[in-house]
C-alpha cells in the first residue's frame, strides 16, 4: 500500500511548489497563532493559489472559535480541517467538512478511545504529547502504543524526518504520514532538499514492501 504523505506548517509559497512538486498528497496550513507556523488568512488566500487539483488543503485548528473558522472556511478554500486541539466530537463535524482529529499520545488506549470518540472523522492523527504544545514538538512517542485494529485511516506524526520515516512506515503500516519540523531549514521555512529526501525514503520503503 501508498503511503500518503501530508506536509504541514508551510508559510511561503516556494515550500507550496517544492511540496507538490515532491508529490506531497496534502499540504497543512496552520491557523493557530502561538505557532511560529502560523499564516494569517491573507496569507493562506495567496498560499492556496499554488495547491493544484489532486492535493488536499488541509486547515490545522487548535482551540479556535466557531467565528474564527467560519472566517478562515470563507475565504480560505480548505479541502480538509484538522483539529488539534481539545475539540469534541460535536464540533469538530459541526462545520460540514471532512475532517481529522489530532491525539498527542501518552497511554495506553488513548488511540482506542480516539477511534470511538471521533468515529465520525475521516482519519485519526496521532502525534507526540507535550504539556504545553499542540503538536510541531519534533518528537516522537512509543510507537508501540498504535493499536493494530483501526477502524479509520491513521496518520503518523511526530518527529519524522528522513532518518526515521522508513522504519515508521514498516513498524506502524500508516494510512499516511505527516511531516513538519524534519523538513525545514527553521521553523516554518521548508527545506527543498529535506523534503525531496523525505519522499525519496516514502517512496523506497513502499516500493519494496
Known amino acids: 500500500m501508498t503511503t500518503r504523505v501530508k506536509v504541514c506548517g508551510l508559510t511561503r509559497p516556494e515550500d507550496i511548489d517544492a511540496a507538490v512538486r515532491c508529490g506531497a498528497d496534502a499540504i497543512g496550513l496552520v491557523f493557530y497563532e502561538p505557532s511560529p507556523r502560523w499564516v494569517t488568512i491573507k496569507q493562506a488566500i495567496a498560499l492556496a493559489e499554488r495547491v493544484p487539483a489532486f492535493v488536499t488543503l488541509t486547515g490545522l485548528f487548535v482551540n479556535a472559535d466557531v467565528r474564527f473558522i467560519e472566517t478562515v472556511l470563507a475565504q480560505v478554500p480548505l479541502d480538509l480541517l484538522q483539529f488539534h486541539g481539545d475539540e469534541s466530537p460535536n464540533f469538530c463535524a459541526s462545520f460540514g467538512r471532512r475532517w481529522i482529529k489530532a491525539v498527542r499520545v501518552r497511554e495506553e488506549g488513548q488511540i ?73 531549514q527553521s521553523k516554518g521555512k521548508k527545506d527543498a532538499t529535506k523534503l525531496s529526501d523525505f519522499m525519496k525514503e516514502v517512496h523506497r520503503v513502499c516500493k519494496t514492501d
Open 112 to 184: 482506542e478511545q480516539a477511534f470511538g470518540d471521533y468515529r465520525k472523522a475521516s482519519g485519526l492523527l496521532v502525534d507526540a504529547w507535550d504539556p504545553e504544545r499542540y503538536g510541531g514538538t519534533g518528537q516522537s512517542f512509543n510507537w508501540t502504543l498504535i493499536p493494530e485494529h483501526r477502524p479509520m485511516p491513521l496518520i503518523l506524526a511526530g518527529g519524522l524526518s528522513s532518518a526515521n520515516v522508513a522504519r515508521a512506515i514498516e513498524e506502524v503500516r500508516p494510512w499516511a504520514v505527516d511531516v513538519s519540523g524534519g523538513v525545514e
